[in-house]
């Protein structure tokens, strides 16, 4: 028998689903592209750093950039145990919150030994956000619909980077202080922190307002969308480490890393080395260039699924669109560090990295090739590689500099990279299924 709000609720609401699930994911963007913005203010500030702190030394500035990846880097696991064993909800507001307040804290370092404390701070609390967002994805979207998930938590890394760069940078000029800009930003943080405990929850049914019939179709095309017992093993990688399609995916991922990554971190000193760009020019260059990557973002991977659709064969079409953001990303790199027109350089940047973000295809690469089961554990490792090396890379490009007297040597590695994750994403058999071990 029905219940009495149902009988008196109208049959055309009944049948609409709300959409809870992808307003969860539109928060999920919005914390990655802060988590971004707060990684990049250091960027973004550190001319001012360098100058106040007497830092003259670029191995320096290197370390002080490694301290935030490596604590990223070694808490990827740990934080995928504890999205497992605690509430998705608790562990992403209690991130946010503590990133912000590392990134605020910050603001109150005078020296480089506290404010490398306060990156790894910072690395440590923002590494739980990619595991709990996959976890979401696992309990809240179907399988049709995690392209567009991933697509949307994976999207915050160009989009703040963009927004960070004009962000921090206006900040810094409009109150003359790179400290009030952290200030601003970790409260910000802290705030979006409350938004994502407010709205989000663990699992469908814990939410209040979705209805039945959202409810409905993500428990009908998802058997993850409930509780379960399952928990994250490290033990769980170790025979897929062995085939060919495992290890070029995380290698891949460690080559665009490199570059990504690299430019994020070195652009605002190489801008200002190279070309003399003040606060101003360096944040809208940024800007421009990351913003364009964004778009390039979503725009491959709506090409990808409209090829598919059509008939394209999938080995054919990421192939093709994998080697096109490889070969566009190193030709662009190696064109720029050439240049010494600084607009040329800017141009060339900007059409190096629009394809580059067509990379986060990697993400779903597991499930495509039959992996669905061992997705989180492969996509874990992958994600846990890459930052590790990460880690290492401001160090490297720090000796680098350090040793030639300017930035040509580094933009060349970055090149280097791309042919890398060109090499490597040529290397995956998207016609071999993974073997998948119970």
Known sequence: MPKINELYQNPEEQLKATNVRWRIFIIMLLLGAINYIDRTSLSIAMPYITEEFGIE?????????????????????????????????????????AWGGFQAVAALCHGIFTLSLSRLGLGVSEAPIMPAGAKLMGTWLTPTERGRGSMLLDGGAPLGTAFGAVIIAGLIGFFGSWRMAFIIAGVGTI??????WWYI???????????KAELE????????????????????????????????????????????????????????????????SMGGAMAIIFLVCFIGQLTGGYIMDKWRNAGGKTSTVLHTMLAISAITAGVGIFLCARSDNPTMAIILLTIALFPLRWASIYWSIPSLLGAQKVAGTICGTMNFTSNLFAAILPIVIGFIVQATGNYFAAMMFFAASAIGYLICSLLINFDKPMDVYE
């Open 57 to 97: 030394d670029t191995r320096i500035v290197g370390a002080i950039h490694s301290a935030f990846f490596w604590a990223y880097a070694l808490m990827q696991i740990p934080s995928g145990v504890l999205a497992d064993k605690f509430k998705t909800r608790n562990i992403i507001a209690i991130a946010t919150i």
């Open 191 to 196: 705030l979006a922190g409350l938004l994502a």
């Open 201 to 211: 929850r663990t699992y469908p049914n814990e939410h209040p307002k979705i209805n």
């Open 217 to 280: 179709h993500i428990e009908k095309y998802n058997l993850d969308s409930k509780k379960t017992d399952k928990k994250y093993k490290l033990s769980d990688i170790k025979p897929y480490l062995k085939q060919r399609n495992v290890l070029a995916l995380i290698f891949g991922w460690v080559c665009y890393s490199f570059v990504f990554y690299g430019l994020m971190t070195w652009l605002p000193l190489y801008f200002q080395a190279t070309y003399g760009f003040n606060i101003k």
